[in-house]
């Protein structure tokens, strides 16, 4: 991260194309058992799914990583706030997006817009981050 973020500056993009077994993993940690997440034929069958659906929580940490990254040791997440629009799907390749659209250099606070774009470009999570930088080293 530049020591002083401009507003308008994109962040790197990260991509995500989850598997069954990390997809399995996950829901498992928050022990959520809900049979889209893991059960092909009942999403399908049932549930009229084209695949296994993602948890959305999932979609959120990978916003709040995106950002992690980017702000490194230079500052802290301090608030995340994102809905989810549409299912996505095990096998889909999903793209996690952030730019500044706040930047107060006197208190070093920081808003990013967020967002998880799904193959067909359509923004399936967004959101907003608040962020805090940390004081430089005198």
Known sequence: MTPEPAIGAVLPERQYTPDNV????????????????FDLPYAIEV??????????PMLGDWLHQTVDE???????????????????YVGET????AAVTAYDAASGTL????????????????????????????
């Open 70 to 88: 980017w702000l490194g040791d230079a500052g802290m997440i301090t608030s995340v706030s994102y809905s989810n629009r549409g299912a996505t």
């Open 22 to 37: 990390q997809l399995m993993l996950y829901n498992a940690s928050l022990w959520n058992g809900h049979r889209i997440h």
């Open 47 to 56: 549930e009229g799914y084209p695949g296994l659906v993602l948890a959305g």
């Open 111 to 138: 808003e990013l817009e967020v967002g998880i774009r799904n193959e067909a470009g359509e923004v399936v999570a967004p959101g907003t981050i608040g962020a805090k930088l940390f004081a430089a080293a005198d």
């Open 94 to 97: 999903l793209t996690a997006t």
